[in-house]
């Protein structure tokens, strides 16, 4: 059965033991705060006694102004033998997140954001840990808000059906990934399924934006799913993994919260698995990926399930209904949860700093500034799907009302030898219908909590 630890609040974090944190009760529901000079600080709970379980993946929320990181860990008990400490990575908007590789023992292994137990071995009791660490005294303090860790459901327990159905409809903005950036937008489905979700709750955010919040460095991608909600709750959510029923998306589509649910299915009957059944109205086939579940609704006497499914394009066809029945067949049981954001909270979040392009004498090249100080960057910024570093996004207006900016007509450009924006502007702006009234909005995103932002208009030329 279905299992989450959650540490989320200052009684909660009184159940274990602190060393270099302080109590903050104004950030979230009572946070633990590195305290006053201390460069490292940690939280140990309890040990605790679980059902035995066979997988588990671990969550965090942290607050991490520049210049500092978390690191999550747990360690688990089968019998009267624990395994060793291992790490979920060293995490931070601002820095190069990395999973670890290599971690296990005769107990259990971690692989990139899950804890596997060992063939023939089950977990009955684990302790959580998590570590804040800054590079020097005087910078601001990061926190931890929410600390968290969930068990895999037995197959029959997946199949939780308690509740009565229900319609529900729940509004969410609809995004493809197919659409996104071409050298990522086949491989962000976590961080779009984040985007719908984050935006759904009032964010604004471009789906890359989350995308480079979340690349794992080691990984080399952007599905590592601990990652993703720890981005997401640098925004200042409430985040956190678990594995989950039918049930359980029954009641949070309840209480008027989308999920986000790890899927595989296929398009076609022949060229479907048991790990990647068949599924009506799908777009394509899948052996692994992400969508939302918004809602939920019956079609010719089939109870179904309303998703933001990004593999869909363009974005209005990302609004589908699956049979609930193929869904439950296609879903691996995972669940992201991404609550309102508390008050407090995200007081480091990715931010977005305004910026100015300054042309050069040679064509539709730019030079990129913000408060006063030229931004050189590299000429492999926009790197590849295999090694994603930044990002630069641009939107000509068009006279149109979007429900998103996400959801605005983008085009991707790159950075030139020289360190310089290549934009195409002057051939944008003579076919632009709005004439002298157009202009262009550029995002230049990196892959370290930054994106910078700027205008052009026709004067600029």
């Not at 989308?258 to 068949?278: H, I, L």
Request: charged share 20%.
């Amino acid at each position: 059965m279905n299992q989450t630890i959650l540490f989320s609040c200052g009684a909660d974090f009184s159940k274990g033991s602190v060393q270099g944190l302080i109590p903050a009760p104004n950030i979230g529901r009572g946070a633990l705060l590195l305290a006053d000079g201390a460069l490292e600080g940690c939280f140990v709970s309890p040990e605790i006694e679980v059902s035995p379980f066979t997988e588990l993946v671990m969550s965090w929320n942290t607050d991490l102004p520049e210049g500092s990181v978390s690191e999550a860990k747990c360690r688990v008990r089968s019998g009267q033998t624990w395994s060793e400490w291992m790490s979920w990575g060293v995490w931070s908007p601002f820095a190069c997140r990395t999973s670890i590789a290599g971690q296990g023992d005769d107990i259990a292994r971690v692989s990139t954001d899950t804890l596997l137990m060992k063939d023939g071995v089950q977990g009955d009791a684990i302790q959580l840990s998590c570590t804040l660490r800054r590079e020097r005294a005087d910078l601001p303090a990061p926190a931890l808000r929410l600390l968290a860790a969930s068990f895999r459901l037995s197959l029959e327990d997946h199949m939780g059906n308690a509740l009565p159905h229900k319609e529900i409809d729940l509004p969410a903005p609809r995004y493809s990934q197919m659409i996104r950036d071409p050298n990522i937008g086949s491989v962000m489905c976590s961080p779009t399924t984040a985007t719908v979700m984050m935006n759904a709750l009032g964010c604004d955010l471009l789906p890359e934006e989350a995308a480079l919040s979340c690349w794992d460095h080691l990984y080399e991608g952007f599905g590592n799913w601990a990652f993703t909600v720890a981005a997401a709750a640098s925004w200042g959510f409430e985040t956190w993994l678990t594995y989950g029923d039918m049930d359980t998306i029954r009641q949070e589509l309840a209480a008027g919260y989308s999920v986000g649910c790890n899927v595989a299915y296929s398009n076609t009957r022949e060229r479907a698995s048991d790990n990647a059944p068949y599924m009506d109205n799908t777009p394509g086939f899948t052996a692994g990926h992400l969508l939302t579940v918004r809602g939920l609704t019956e079609a010719d006497g089939r109870e179904m399930v309303r998703v933001i499914d990004s593999y869909g394009r363009p974005d209005g066809f990302s609004d589908r209904i699956y049979p609930v029945e193929q869904f439950l067949q296609a879903w691996h049981g995972i669940l992201y949860i991404i609550r309102p954001r508390l008050a407090g909270a995200g007081y480091a979040a990715p931010r977005r700093v305004p910026a100015k392009l300054e042309k050069t004498r040679r064509g539709d090249e730019f030079r990129l500034t913000a408060n006063g100080e030229e931004i050189t960057l590299s000429p492999d910024f926009c790197g590849s799907k295999d090694h994603c570093t930044g990002i630069v996004a641009c939107s000509m207006t068009d006279g149109r009302e979007y429900a998103t900016t996400a959801n605005r007509p983008f085009f991707y450009s790159k950075v030139l030898a020289g360190g310089n924006l290549f934009v195409p502007a002057s051939q944008l702006f003579r076919l632009s219908p709005l004439g002298q009234d157009a202009h262009m909005d550029v995002w230049v995103i990196t892959d370290r909590g930054i994106t910078y932002t700027a205008s052009l208009f026709p004067q600029d030329l």
